[in-house]
């Protein structure tokens, strides 16, 4: 490789980049960005000196950074990504419990792979602070210095409503939303629950009490069955069963109302709801970041949802879904849109809104449940 005056600066935050420094004025660089586990270029400039160049791509890919001298094609410089004991910081973008939850398992997993010093903030930190004592957690939007990688994890699109394949890998909509972190970056998707690190040790054999979570962020993610939370909660008191009412939006949230006969147990922090999950016989939810929860904290979780197909959410649940040839699954079909609360894009307006919860009935629900209960 030539040796040159100039001085190459590269990092991998923001994307892929590289920036010459001194040397030459008039002499020109061809900068490539190449794949290193494909041997494709994904992208490649030319530049003078005091001049630097970055991918539009953001998320993780193996890259070797090459520059060469031109008119010659002499290379004068090359990087192959290599993170280990480096500091990285992966920012999660989203607000959402449910999405935090699903996407943290990737992040675990990226530490694993690589080795890397890992910078983490996410809306939850206080979820996995204690479990992850090798990962510096921050807040969201706070300032770290230092780094050799950046990624944002999150569902990136462009003002005119596209997904960013600079951002994001393939069509998020269409597989488990998990994956959608494992993809940007760069580890094996698979179902794994995070580690929390509230949850206690020890756990009654037999609890008494089973908790519920019947509101959402939407009316399609709701059990729109009026006769479904009613019946199934006198079931579960004729079990026996407490049944507690998780909620931090009350009892009656935007025309929706909890059944008679729950416990609400008062609102409190985040590590009190897991460890109220902890101890339950069973969590039963809609589409929801409670459903979730239950499902990280390990309590045997039901999820009552038409709104989204099965592959969605965590699959190692009881899964209540519609009937066939009952419309489901516009989640996965359409955009949803957060300012229209009675969002539903086939039949909104009509008497088949929100038929796909409509239709499952609370004895669906029983028949799901009971080999959980004593």
């Known amino acids: 490789m030539v040796q040159l005056d100039a001085t190459f600066r590269y990092s991998f935050v923001d994307g892929a980049f590289v920036e010459i420094l001194g040397g030459d004025s008039s002499t020109v660089y061809r900068a490539e960005f190449v794949d290193a586990a ?12 005091n001049h630097w160049v970055r991918t539009a791509r953001k998320y993780f890919v193996n890259w070797q950074i090459n520059v060469y001298r031109e008119p010659a094609g002499e290379l004068v410089f090359t990087h192959r990504y290599a993170c280990r004991g480096r500091r990285v910081y992966i920012a999660f973008e989203s607000k959402a419990l449910g999405d935090t939850l699903a ?11 690589h080795g890397c010093r890992l910078i983490c903030s996410t809306f939850h930190n206080g979820l996995f602070r204690d479990a992850h004592p090798s990962i510096e957690f921050v807040e969201p939007g706070a300032t770290v210095h230092n780094l050799y990688a ?15 394949l600079d951002r994001n890998v393939g069509d998020v909509l269409a597989q488990p939303l998990g994956a959608s972190a494992s993809d940007i970056l760069g580890v094996a998707y698979e179902e794994r629950r995070p580690r929390l690190g509230v949850v206690p040790v020890s756990r009654p054999s037999r609890p008494p009490y089973v908790c519920i979570g ?46 008679d006969g729950v416990v609400p147990v008062a609102p409190g922090s985040i590590e009190q709801v897991v460890r109220q999950l902890h101890h339950a016989a069973l969590f039963i939810g809609v589409g929801s970041g409670l459903s979730w929860l239950a499902w990280a904290a390990g309590c045997p979780t039901c999820v009552i949802s038409g709104f989204s197909l099965p592959y969605s959410e965590m699959t190692d649940c009881i899964r209540i879904v519609p009937s066939p040839g009952v419309c489901s ?4 079909r359409s955009r949803l849109d957060p300012d229209d609360w009675n969002w539903c894009p086939d039949h909104a307006g009509t008497t088949r809104q929100f038929e796909c919860t409509r239709a499952i009935s609370s004895a669906q629900v029983i028949e799901a449940i009971s080999p959980y209960l004593d």
């Open 103 to 113: 996407w943290f398992p990737a992040v675990e997993a990226f530490q694993q792979v």
């Open 150 to 164: 950046t990624y944002g994890v999150g569902w990136f699109r462009h003002g005119d409503d596209t997904l960013d």
């Open 38 to 49: 494909t041997g494709e270029v994904i992208h490649r400039d030319c530049v003078a000196t």
């Open 214 to 259: 019947v509101h959402a962020t939407a009316q399609a993610k709701y059990w729109n069955n009026p006769d479904g939370w009613p019946e199934l909660v006198r079931f579960l008191m004729d079990r026996g069963y407490e049944v507690r009412l998780l909620s931090r939006e009350g009892v009656h949230y935007m025309g929706n109302w909890a059944p």
């Open 329 to 332: 699954g516009c989640f996965n």
